[in-house]
Every structure is written in structure tokens, then in C-alpha cells.
């Protein structure tokens, strides 16, 4: 399993990668009467779906790193902002219940979607670690507060869906937020350790170059 | 670049929400309403009483109002706490001499046939005179009405349905001036009076 996940990361792997994620798309574009009947369905399947279809097929072509959006997307700053600012308006119950009502506007959420994904790879590589904690911590807290407005509505917030959807709908919300804030965390803290590990390694090896030299 | 991003989704928002004063459908269906008044088509119903009628359109002049609310009657909650509402109006509809009337139109014209609207109509007293217990005689009608007066109906899961349950106020000629909550009543009244005077 570890070796297959391993090779996929590879170059090699992102033919099959880039594969999968179409399938994806085609597959969730077949369920989406289905997905977007039930509010938790639609809002915590259907969307991080899209997120990470966009996020594939970005890592799969190289999207975003280099060239002309790089330049446009100075430490992720852009792209985190877009994808805040994306996710922000479909949580929104008037656009939420839009793009369940007309065509033209469920294709608008589905390609701002696409395109938040396709810009989150470039933009955690692009963002230091303090502005990946400034942007991550405003969209968990921004998706949690929504997921309490959501529970303690008093009455139905989306006219397609029913109130019961709406409180689990919301508490979803709220644990995809401490879940993807916990997950980021432990990535962060990882990431620092390894960075250490390495700085420490280099002054090792620029202490011992001293030593010989000398 | 951001402050481009930043002007998109505040032009988003402002659009979707109008002005970023209603954040829900709902509140945006009763806006527009009170700003543009929407106009229904007419559409013809049997009452609970067997008779057909046409409410509005179809040329009518627009000197009379309903104040319609939609309706299934096997509904154990909002359906039922309109229609003691509406019991309430009837009575104060009496001094109206027949401008301004009450209409229950049932969205559910399979299941609620004339005894099931006429179980209802007695149920909560309704005097035919004032208060017509109604449903539509075809289902395409149905549907175009409810499109244009924005209400949705969803199935709850449980053999009922879930709708934006509101009064919403009827001119004679199809326009569509106000929604109001169930219990603004008086207010819904006030606004017939209002475009009728």
C-alpha cells in the first residue's frame, strides 16, 4: 500500500493520478442530482471532491507552480485568498440553494471550485508556514462558525433542504474544520522538525568542512 | 491581484444578496416581491365545495385581493397553524365586503381530493364564502404557479412535504404584492387594504 501511494507521488505516477482524478469528475458530475439532494451530501462530499479533483489535476500538470499564475500568487497569498473567498460564498444559503435551483449557477460552483483546488497545491508550496497557519486558521474558523449558524438556525436557512439536513450539515461543517485544522497542524509541526533536522544536518556538515579546512 | 479577488466576491455577495441585506432565498423572494411584484397566470381550482374556479388573471380587474397560502392537508404543522390563522382573518375579512378573500391552494392536488379539502375547509370552519379550500385541476399549472410565486416544495422523507410557508397577497389581475409570515396576518391584511384603497 505505502510502496503504491509512494509511486504514485512519483512523476510516473501522475498519468495515473491525473486518470483517477477525471474519472472522478465524471463520476461525481453523473451523482450530482443525487449529491446536491441532501444538504451534508453536497456541502462535505461534493465540495471537497471538486476541491480535490482541482488539486490533482494542478499537481498532475505542474498547474500553478511555475510560469505566468506563480507570478500572480506571490506565498500562496492569491490562491488561499481565492479559495477563501470561494468557499465563504457557496456556504452562503441564498447561493447554496441557487445552485441547486439553476443550472448555469451550479456550473459556476463547480468551476470556481475546480479552480480553488487547482491552486492549493502551488499555494502551499508557494506560502510559509506562517501564512499557511494565518490562511488555514481563517478558513477553519470561518467554516466552523458557519457550521454553528447552520445547527442553531431556528428555522429552515436553505429552502431545499429540510432543517433536519441543516443541523447535520452544520455540525459536519464543524468537524471537517477541526479535522482539516488538526491535519494541517500535524503536517506544520512535521514539516518543522524535518526542517530543523536538515539545518541541523547542513551545520554538521558545514562544521566538519571547517574543521578538515582548517 | 487581491484587491481584484477581493471586489469579484464582494460584487458576488452583493449581487446574491441583495446589497448584502438577505442572506437566505426567502428573504430575497419577499424582497424582490415587495419591489417588483411578480405576476402569477391564472389558473383554475376546485374548491372544497366541487366548484371550479379562477381565482385572477384572465383579464380580471384587479379590485379584489387573496391572501393565498399553500397547503397539503395531511400536514401536521405549518399547514394546519395557517389554517387557524386564516380562521382568525375570516372573521376580520367580514367588513371587507368580498374585496379581499382567503385562498388555501393545496400543492398536493393527487393526495387531497374534494373530501380531503373539504375535511380541512370544516376542520377549521372555513366559510366558502371568504375562505376557499382549493387545489389546482392540473398539475403543469401547479407547477408554473409555483415557480412563479418562488415556493419551493420539498419531500420531507417521512410522506410529507417541507415549503417556505408564508400569506402571500393576490390581486385580481395575477399580481403578487407581499409574502408574509404566518402569523403577520394583520399585516398581509394591511396590505391588501393597502393596494385595493
Not at chain 2, 384572465?58 to 400536514?75: D, H, K, M
Amino acid at each position: 500500500m505505502r510502496s503504491a501511494l509512494a509511486e504514485l507521488r512519483t512523476d510516473a505516477g501522475k498519468p495515473r493520478v491525473f486518470l483517477t482524478a477525471i474519472i472522478l469528475l465524471v463520476l461525481v458530475a453523473c451523482a450530482r442530482r443525487w449529491l446536491e439532494r441532501d444538504m451534508a451530501l453536497h456541502m462535505l462530499v461534493e465540495f471537497p471532491i471538486l476541491l480535490a479533483v482541482g488539486a490533482a489535476l494542478a499537481w498532475t500538470t505542474d498547474g500553478g507552480t511555475r510560469g505566468v499564475l506563480a507570478r500572480y500568487n506571490l506565498y500562496g497569498l492569491s490562491g488561499f485568498t481565492f479559495v477563501t473567498l470561494t468557499l465563504a460564498y457557496w456556504m452562503i444559503p441564498a447561493a447554496l440553494d441557487a445552485s441547486v435551483r439553476d443550472g448555469w449557477v451550479d456550473g459556476a460552483k463547480w468551476l470556481t471550485l475546480l479552480a480553488s483546488g487547482y491552486l492549493l497545491p502551488a499555494s502551499f508550496s508557494l506560502a510559509p508556514l506562517p501564512v499557511q497557519g494565518l490562511m488555514m486558521g481563517n478558513l477553519a474558523w470561518m467554516t466552523a462558525t458557519v457550521g454553528l449558524v447552520y445547527q442553531d438556525a431556528e428555522r429552515q436557512l436553505c429552502l431545499y433542504y429540510l432543517a433536519d439536513a441543516q443541523v447535520v450539515a452544520g455540525k459536519g461543517l464543524v468537524a471537517a474544520a477541526v479535522g482539516a485544522g488538526l491535519v494541517w497542524c500535524v503536517w506544520a509541526v512535521r514539516r518543522i522538525h524535518e526542517d530543523e533536522g536538515r539545518g541541523f544536518r547542513a551545520s554538521q556538515r558545514n562544521a566538519v568542512q571547517a574543521v578538515r579546512s582548517e | 491581484m487581491l484587491l481584484g479577488l477581493g471586489c469579484a466576491a464582494l460584487a458576488a455577495v452583493w449581487l446574491t444578496t441583495g446589497g448584502g441585506r438577505f442572506w437566505t432565498s426567502e428573504a430575497l423572494r419577499r424582497a424582490r416581491i415587495e419591489a417588483a411584484p411578480a405576476t402569477l397566470s391564472s389558473l383554475d381550482l376546485r374548491s372544497s365545495t366541487g366548484r371550479v374556479l379562477r381565482p385572477w388573471g384572465g383579464g380580471q380587474a384587479p379590485a379584489r385581493a387573496f391572501l393565498v397560502t399553500f397547503i397539503y392537508t395531511s400536514c401536521p404543522t405549518l399547514c394546519s397553524t395557517a389554517g387557524d390563522g386564516f380562521a382568525r382573518l375570516q372573521r376580520e375579512i367580514e367588513a371587507e365586503g368580498g374585496a379581499i378573500r382567503l385562498l388555501s391552494l393545496s400543492f398536493d392536488p393527487r393526495r387531497d381530493d374534494s373530501l380531503a379539502l373539504r375535511t380541512y375547509a370544516e376542520h377549521h370552519g372555513a366559510d366558502s364564502s371568504r375562505w376557499l379550500v382549493t387545489a389546482p385541476t392540473s398539475e403543469a399549472a401547479l407547477q408554473t404557479l409555483l415557480g412563479e410565486a418562488g415556493v419551493v416544495v420539498i419531500d420531507d422523507g417521512r410522506g410529507g412535504y417541507a415549503h417556505n410557508s408564508a400569506i402571500h397577497v393576490v390581486l385580481g389581475d395575477g399580481r403578487l404584492v407581499g409574502v408574509f409570515d404566518l402569523a403577520q396576518g394583520e399585516e398581509a391584511l394591511e396590505c391588501a387594504r393597502r393596494w385595493l384603497s
